[in-house]
Nanobody, 119 residues
Framework: QVQLLESGGGLVQAGGSLRLACAASGTISGIWAVEWYRQTPGKQREWVSRLALRTGDTAYADSVKARCTVSREIAGNTVYLQMNNLKLEDTATYYC????????????WGQGTQVTVSS
């Protein structure tokens, strides 16, 4: 089993930055990628980014591309999502998720961290 714990959310003014963290524990060897999603009330969960753990390959949604960078702590089991030039529409609860081989959707989910962008 894998546990994912997000942190780093908060209240920030538009144009500011936040770095979210996703700390993984448990049997993480089976995870091939960590993804970030976000969700606002009444809307579907939206995929934000992906980091393939073995290759380091990254991918981003068009809505955050060029403003976000996903990375991994070299010596640990933490994945970061650096978000810059935040916009009002980035306000959401952000979740990290662990992908395992053969599954079309994430197997493990964190509980989420709230990001609120104010004008």
């Amino acid at each position: 089993q894998v546990q994912l714990l997000e942190s780093g959310g908060g209240l920030v003014q538009a144009g500011g930055s936040l770095r979210l963290a996703c700390a993984a524990s448990g049997t993480i060897s089976g995870i091939w990628a960590v993804e970030w999603y976000r969700q606002t009330p009444g809307k579907q969960r939206e995929w934000v980014s992906r980091l393939a753990l073995r290759t380091g390959d990254t991918a981003y949604a068009d809505s955050v591309k060029a403003r976000c960078t996903v990375s991994r702590e070299i010596a640990g089991n933490t994945v970061y999502l650096q978000m810059n030039n935040l916009k009002l529409e980035d306000t959401a609860t952000y979740y990290c998720a662990g992908r395992t081989p053969g599954n079309p959707s994430p197997t493990f989910w964190g509980q989420g961290t709230q990001v609120t962008v104010s004008s």
